[in-house]
């Protein structure tokens, strides 16, 4: 699928983040893994975690399928680490409301580059390609909250 007409700066840094990912690889001591696939458009992607304690120590991923949906997750790898589970899990809610049209979060500078997917809200076949990265991380928390459990 092309690439929709966003602004012009925000589209080349999301054709340099699909060019270049960044936390793209195998992390051999993940204590988490989720494998997301979109069937509208073919991505797929594998997230690994590593928690210590309450934090994300590690993040990386890998995966393939169109440029919003890769450029998504390497540009949220590259904000997880020294996270709280907490704050990963706000981050996650922050971009699904920007991705519901949330003008405000696609201002907020704690989203880092991931501002410049805001456009794709406007664009509603394409949410699902940005938000697949961050469905990955939720569910992520959410089995690691599971094994926290006594
Ligand atoms: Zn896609």
New binding site residues.
């Given amino acids: 699928?092309e690439t929709p007409p966003l602004n012009s700066l925000y589209q080349q840094l999301i054709l340099e983040h699909y060019r270049n990912p960044r936390n793209r690889g195998e992390l051999p001591d993940g204590t988490v893994e989720v494998h997301m696939r979109?069937p509208?458009?073919?991505?797929e992607i594998r997230l690994q975690l590593r928690l210590h304690d309450d934090h994300i120590a590690e993040a990386r991923f890998v995966g393939h399928?169109?440029?919003?949906?890769q450029a998504s997750v390497s540009m949220m790898t590259t904000l997880l680490k020294g996270r709280s589970l907490d704050e990963a899990e706000s981050l996650a809610s922050r971009f699904t409301q920007m991705m519901h049209g949330d003008a405000e979060a696609s201002r907020d500078p704690s989203m880092g580059d991931l501002r410049a997917l805001a456009g794709v809200s406007k664009f509603p076949v394409?949410i699902?390609?940005a938000l697949?990265g961050f469905d990955a991380l939720q569910e992520a928390l959410k089995r690691s909250a599971k094994g926290a459990e006594p």
């Fill in positions: 699928m979109n509208v458009c073919g991505d399928g169109c440029s919003i949906s394409r699902k390609c697949l």
